[in-house]
């Protein structure tokens, strides 16, 4: 197993320059499922090879119930690095345990508190809105999903730039963006390092609905003013794992890409540019991060089973 079994926990690095240069090379949905799709990969290599080290710390710890033999000398000295490594593995996945426990909860908990407000409304239409001067709005996913707007964003807002706000709200619900931002939620609770993919998936997913709400009122300008209206009168609400119409960092970046043109469908970043090299080093990562997994599970499974007793 070696050193091998570290290396995911530390592979997470070489994704990180890929996050900006594909907000700014690729089509934001293309860009929204590429880093969802990294993010998640190293984030279960990660909790895999926490996993492999918290089974060689628990075959340490007396009373443990694996078998006697895996706590034998001999099979202490196959698996390098136990008795510190393997005891820290322990305690960061009760972390990441209770991180992914936490997160869940406060997003169903959102959910549920959400389609039980809207049901007192006297109508079931696609869009409610809510008596509520804080301006916000929101696509809350259901069967069927739902927009929700308050009063105070409602009147903040022009009829045409409504418009676009339904469009981009509609843009989440298609495409289903909190399944992406959850994702990267998680992984983010399994490791630290992947923290700012999950900031990169979210603005990704903002530049989708962004990008489908400029093609949907056929106006990039207007589209680019009603965000930039948004965001100066929202106070943005809390919706964890929901994707919000006004968020407050990365508006000023939003509103420049709307107001330039728009973005190749098909675009892919040639190799012997940044953007290019960026995808590759991430995709180099990502394959060694899977490829250490793999390696360290396979050769912890061989030497534990060559020590159980038939």
Do not use: K
């Not at 990660?46 to 060689?56: A, E, H, I, N, Y």
């Not at 196959?78 to 990441?96: H, N, S």
């Not at 300008?221 to 930039?228: L, Q």
Request: aromatic letters at 4%; one cysteine or more.
């Amino acid at each position: 197993m070696g050193v091998f079994v570290f290396l995911p926990l530390i592979l997470p690095l070489t994704a990180l320059p890929v996050a900006r240069l594909a907000e700014q090379h690729l089509h934001p949905r293309h860009a929204a499922r590429l880093l969802t799709a990294v993010t998640v990969i190293l984030a279960a290599c990660s909790t895999l090879c926490l996993g492999l080290l918290m089974v060689v710390g628990t075959a340490q710890l007396p009373g443990n119930p694996l078998p006697d033999s895996w706590s034998d000398p001999e099979v202490r000295a196959a698996v390098p690095y136990d008795e510190v490594a393997g005891r820290a593995a322990i305690a960061a996945l009760t972390c990441v345990a209770a991180g992914w426990a936490l997160t869940l909860y406060r997003h169903i908990r959102f959910r549920t508190c959400a389609h039980r407000t809207l049901a007192l409304l006297p109508t079931a239409a696609e869009v409610a809105v809510l008596p509520d001067d804080a301006p916000y709005a929101y696509a809350l996913p259901g069967s069927p999903g739902r927009i929700v707007l308050s009063t105070g964003m409602f009147s903040s807002l022009g009829a045409r730039e409504r418009g676009a706000l339904l469009a981009h709200e509609r843009s989440h619900l298609r495409g289903r963006h909190h399944r992406l931002l959850l994702a990267a939620q998680l992984a983010g609770c399994a490791n630290p390092l992947l923290r700012p993919l999950r900031a990169a998936v979210a603005y990704s997913t903002e530049r989708w609905a962004d990008e489908e709400a400029a093609q949907a009122t056929g106006d990039r300008r207007m589209t680019a003013h009603a965000v930039g209206r948004a965001a100066l009168v929202s106070r943005r609400a809390t919706a964890p794992g929901l994707a919000a119409f006004a968020e407050a960092g990365p508006v000023p970046r939003r509103v420049a890409a709307l107001l330039a043109p728009p973005p190749a469908v098909n675009g892919r970043p040639p190799a012997l540019t940044a953007a290019g090299a960026a995808t590759l080093i991430a995709a180099a990562g990502t394959a060694a991060s899977t490829l250490s997994a793999l390696n360290a599970a396979c050769a912890l499974f061989l030497v534990l089973e060559a020590a159980t007793p038939l």
